[in-house]
């Protein structure tokens, strides 16, 4: 069964460095995302990507991250300056379609120290 | 502003029926759903259920929605140590691309 894929599983950074998330999404899907899950709390969601620029961002996307999908079958999540608040558990999920389920990714857990 | 709220625990002996609640504010809600997470996995669809639907079954789930009090559930029937997880309740309107979660509820199925 096709699934989304995310690399790596763990990330640990300083805070200030820059981090790219990846993730494979599922290989017919035209809609992508990106949430995340700080510790105790709800998972959140950041960013949904179709047809090569973000369709919704919520407030949490700020100027800090990007999303790119540099080729056919890639989507990153770049957060360009790290703080410790970034420590999260990020989870990139795809689509079908506008109106389809979306499939999550095992996630990145990523820390900032 | 859009919330989903779900009752944090929930402990079940073996064999017997699991219902996990959750209520949500948005009206616009036009998809449900339910994920779960295992420990240190990503999130799982379990099943989904549209605005327009009242009731869903699938194998051993059924989600019940009411609409009128904005209150959906999950009902597992013989419920397995397998089952053991965090479930997500999940609603998204048409008119939005995100999914808006709830906390998650633990279940804990002892043998």
């Known amino acids: 069964e096709p699934e989304v894929t995310q690399t790596p599983s763990h990330q640990v950074t300083q805070m200030g460095q820059e981090v790219i998330l990846r993730c494979v999404p599922i290989s017919n899907h035209l809609y992508f995302y990106w949430y995340r899950q700080i510790l105790g709390q709800k998972v959140e969601f950041l960013v949904s990507f179709y047809n090569n620029e973000i369709s919704e961002k919520s407030e949490i996307f700020d100027d800090q991250f990007s999303v790119e999908r540099p080729d056919g079958s890639n989507f990153t999540l770049k957060i360009r300056s790290t703080k410790l608040e970034d420590s999260a558990m990020y989870f990139c999920?795809?689509?079908?379609?506008?109106?389809?389920?979306?499939?999550f990714g095992p996630g990145t857990r990523l820390t900032v120290l | 502003g859009e919330d989903v709220e779900q009752s944090l625990f929930l402990s079940v002996r073996e064999g017997d029926s699991s219902v996990i609640n959750c209520t949500y504010t948005?009206?616009?809600?036009?998809?449900l759903y339910w994920y779960k997470q295992e420990p240190g996995a990503g999130l799982q669809l379990l099943t989904y259920i549209f605005s327009n639907m009242d009731m869903k079954q699938d194998q051993r789930l059924t989600v019940l929605l009411n609409k009128k009090d904005k209150h959906l559930s999950l009902r597992i029937a013989d419920t397995q140590t397998g089952d053991s997880a965090i479930y997500f309740c999940?609603?998204?309107?048409?008119?939005?691309?995100?999914?808006?979660f709830g906390s998650g509820t633990r279940l804990l199925v002892r043998p």
């Open positions: 999920a795809s689509s079908e379609g506008y109106s389809d389920t979306q499939y």
């Open positions: 948005d009206s616009s809600s036009t998809y």
């Open positions: 999940a609603e998204k309107a048409d008119s939005s691309y995100k999914l808006i």
